[in-house]
RNA sequence: GACCCUAUCGUCUAGCGGUUAGGACACCGCCCUUUCACGGCGGCGGCACGGGUUCGAGUCCCGUUAGGGUCGCCA
């Protein structure tokens, strides 16, 4: 039997990275096994759902490439979807659970109880097989002796979240439930309720949970728990998804940056940890610069030009031609499209902004003459392009008796304001000589 | 309070009774070099603790400690 596992987040108008991997997992266990990846809209509570909830969570899938072969194909409850086994917002399934509750009232599995309808659970312990943990006993805690029973209908008649879950998994004929761990001490109810309706539970896979970095629990407000920052952050979503494999998963033989349709070969659910795992930005920020150095031409320039208008600069006024040499300089150089604005934003403004310190160091008296002398050379140089430059500044830098790179950390300092950039010889064919030597001009002066 | 899960460098991990405990990120040196980044070389750094079992334990068992989760008319 071919696996259906499925994703059942609840809109809440945001994705949670974690909630992310969940689906994720989900997502590479269908392909791996050649199954059926569902996602399912958990939207019992009405208060806090709306379309536009739904589409944060479909376009973070859509973003990290996840898709799915049945569920919404939109945020609207009533809209269209893909697959047999809909409708795949629970807000729609009402009657199916209605079914459900009356059955279970009428074997007496179910009581009615200040207004709602209570669940009569099982009181021995129960086990649970997962196959991420192993064998599971859970027993009642304490305030489960007191009382076991749990609602499963809410006083306005609406079901509450164990109750649904169960029925759509049962209803959707979902074989595998890959969930957080955070379900794992629940999944006893869950495994009662799948009793009480004769049918047998799924397998269960509760995969680690991802903490913050110093091991405190990921909660909504904390900072990189929205998928939907990385993207504004200048993440690429293929090394989002890279990372996030390598999170209580391991590929083995010493793999890191590995193709998806190599982990999807590889994945499987028993090998997935059993610990928790810390979010590790720097190997994130690691991963993205790897593959942002391998991102075609056209892709990179397309998301760099993004995250530059982002950044406040005008990139129409600039010629396309001169925008795409720019920011081909930058490729490779940086890490995130976010750190373009700082990095290539000396090519699209005449406003030199010098670091302090750098500027101190460099615009001195002592400089004022190399300078100079480099500024006359390049005045007349002719084309003015990256290897007659580079040879022009080796040469001023021979006859001055210094090192070139004396002439480099001014000049580069004068055409960016930074102390890292692109190659220089190539910003400054790029710029051309007019602006270039503008700059060294501006910076000239204040050399005194 | 009860119940459940977990525990290898700072972090992610390999290890599945016999290893000089391996790799990656981060960090620190050196090399390359027009800066930075990349790349190359090297370094720092770990089996939480205590008992067992065994000829032998990071690996198996128990306990302690620590971290996480759950016990809702949230999902």
């Known amino acids: 039997m071919k696996p259906r596992v499925r994703f059942a987040p609840s809109p809440t108008g945001f994705l949670h990275i974690g909630g992310a991997r969940t689906a994720l997992f989900n997502w590479l266990y269908a392909r791996h096994a050649g199954g059926t990846f569902i996602l399912r809209i958990e939207d019992t509570d009405a208060a806090r759902n709306t379309q536009a909830a739904v589409e944060v969570i479909l376009n973070g899938l859509r973003w990290l490439g996840l898709d799915w072969d049945e569920g919404p194909l939109s945020g609207d409850p009533a809209g269209p979807s893909r697959g047999d086994y809909g409708p795949y917002f629970q807000s729609r399934r009402r009657d199916i659970y209605q079914r459900r509750i009356e059955a279970l009232l009428a074997k007496g599995l179910a009581y009615e109880a200040d207004g709602t309808i209570k669940f009569k659970m099982d009181r021995a312990p129960i086990l649970i097989p997962d196959l991420v943990v192993g064998d599971v006993r859970r027993e009642l805690t304490d305030r489960e002796q007191a009382d076991p029973d749990f609602i499963i209908v809410r006083s306005d008649g609406q079901p509450v979240f164990h109750f649904v879950n169960v029925v759509d998994d049962l209803e959707m004929g979902i074989t595998h439930v890959i969930r957080g761990e955070d379900h794992l001490s629940n999944t006893a109810k869950h495994i009662a309720l799948f009793r009480a309706l004769d049918a047998d539970p799924p397998q269960y896979a509760h995969i680690p949970l991802i903490l913050n970095s110093d091991g405190t629990k990921m909660s909504k407000r904390d900072q990189g728990a929205s998928l939907m920052t990385y993207g504004e952050e200048g993440y690429l979503p293929e090394a989002l998804v890279n990372y996030l494999c390598l999170l209580g998963w391991s590929p083995k033989g010493n793999r890191e940056k590995m193709p998806l349709t190599e982990v999807i070969a590889a994945f499987d659910l028993p ?33 760099s030009a993004e995250a530059l208008r982002r950044g ?30 700082a990095y290539a934003g000396f090519y699209f403004t005449d406003e030199i902004k010098y670091d302090p310190a750098a500027a101190e160091k460099e615009f001195t008296p002592e400089n004022r003459p190399r300078v100079d002398k480099l500024r006359a050379a390049l005045a007349k140089l002719e084309p003015f392009e990256p290897d007659p430059i580079g040879a022009t500044l080796k040469a001023v830098a021979q006859e001055l008796g210094v090192k070139t790179g004396v002439l480099v950390h001014p000049t580069r300092l004068a055409c960016c304001g930074n102390t890292a950039g692109p ?20 910076a000239l002066a204040r050399m005194v």
């Not at 720019?326 to 750190?339: I, Q, R």
């Open 271 to 303: 090998q997935i940890l059993r610990h928790n795992a810390r979010f590790d930005l720097a190997k994130l920020v690691w991963l993205n610069g790897e593959y942002l150095r391998e991102l075609s031409d056209e892709r990179f320039y397309e998301l």
């Open 312 to 341: 406040g600069l005008e990139l129409a006024r600039y010629p396309d031609a001169y925008v795409r040499a720019a920011l081909e300089t930058c490729k490779g150089k940086v890490k995130l499209f976010s750190e373009l604005p």
């Open 423 to 442: 190659s220089l010889y190539h910003l400054l064919a790029i710029l051309g000589k007019d602006r270039a030597l503008a700059r060294l001009d501006q």
